[in-house]
């Protein structure tokens, strides 16, 4: 029989465990049933341990809760392969012994983990080495009663991190695109430009537009020089791990020295418009201003016209008058 490492059980003054160990330890003497029950062969342990004893141990808990159903999740993240101590507990009021215990890796069922009680807290052990990509994913563990608790633990390779925003630059200009792996160093790295949906790879020795900057092996530099707008899209740069791959997008956008001037160019054309249609209308309103005093001339040219030939016709009786008053 083989206990986990490092558990041992709660210390000190805790009457809660204090109970629950009393309880546990009597309904076992009644039953004559052992409280704690190994589902697992030394010699596989020592085994795996002796071939694997240079590889660091990588060690995670969690602790599922009894009275609820949501799973509890951990994001672990390897670089290298390792050993691994996986422990679940999880604190049981009525009898650890009416709890069933299983692990899984996705949905395949695992064999030869451990289990071990401590007075009311149960827990459950898994011990495994990962050396390769196909043994990285999700391990569970699952404890079976009244409701279903589980315990999730997700391993992937480190994440690696870019520009979160486009990078914008204009047509002739160089630019320097950069991915970064936060305590981690990646075994290659490796650059692609999207063309589509088809990601091309980038070869420096083939072009004189492109330089890599390898000085620091936890992140990659991509130097594109003589920019087009042919260039503008999405570059991937992608790192390689001894348990994976992992990438990170970088957009890129390429304008042309027009562009900033638009804005600009548009306020002008508008503006021309403006003093074109101002102009117009003052044009408009001359004329027929004009045209209005050239029509108030001619009535008063008729007008007077008409007056002269009124006081023509008026004279004329009064001549005949005074000739009569002479004769």
């Known amino acids: 029989m083989r206990s986990p490492s490092g558990l041992l059980g709660p210390r000190g003054p805790l009457p809660l465990a204090l109970l629950c160990l009393l309880a546990a330890a009597r309904g076992s003497l009644a039953d004559g ?131 979160n925003k486009p990078l914008i630059t204009y047509v002739g200009d160089s630019t320097v695109l950069m991915c970064k792996c936060q305590h981690c160093s990646p075994l290659h790295w490796t650059w692609y430009h999207s063309n589509g949906s088809v990601q091309v790879p980038i070869d420096v020795q083939m072009s004189e537009k492109y330089a890599i900057n390898r000085t620091n092996a936890n992140e990659t530099r991509l130097k594109i020089m003589q920019l087009t707008e042919d260039n503008q899209g999405s570059y991937w740069c992608h790192a390689v791990f001894q348990l994976g791959e992992s990438e990170e997008r970088v957009q890129l956008v390429v304008l042309s020295y027009l562009v900033p001037l638009k804005p600009f160019l548009g306020i002008v054309v508008e503006v021309a418009i403006l003093v074109a249609v101002i102009l117009l209308c003052e044009t408009y309103t001359q004329k027929k201003k004009k045209h209005i005093d050239d029509g108030k001339e001619f009535e008063q040219v008729e007008q007077l016209k008409s007056d002269d030939t009124n006081g023509v016709e008026n004279n004329a009786p009064r001549h005949r008058k005074n000739e009569s008053v002479s004769h």
């Open 33 to 163: 049933q052992p409280t704690v029950s190994p589902l697992t062969s030394v010699p596989i342990e020592e085994e795996r341990i002796t071939k694997y004893s240079n590889l660091s141990l990588e060690s995670h808990n969690i602790p599922p809760t009894e009275h609820s159903n949501v799973p509890v999740e951990k994001n672990i993240t390897l670089e290298r392969p390792s050993n691994i101590e996986l422990t679940c507990q999880i604190t049981i009021s009525r009898g650890v012994n009416s709890v069933n215990v299983t692990w899984k890796k996705g949905d395949e069922l695992l064999e030869n983990y451990l289990t071990n009680a401590t007075g009311c807290i149960l827990y459950a052990q898994y011990m495994f080495t990962i050396i390769n990509s196909k043994q990285m994913g999700s391990y569970s563990c699952f404890f079976g009663g009244e409701k279903e608790q589980r315990g999730t633990f997700n391993f992937k390779v480190p994440e690696i991190h870019g520009k």
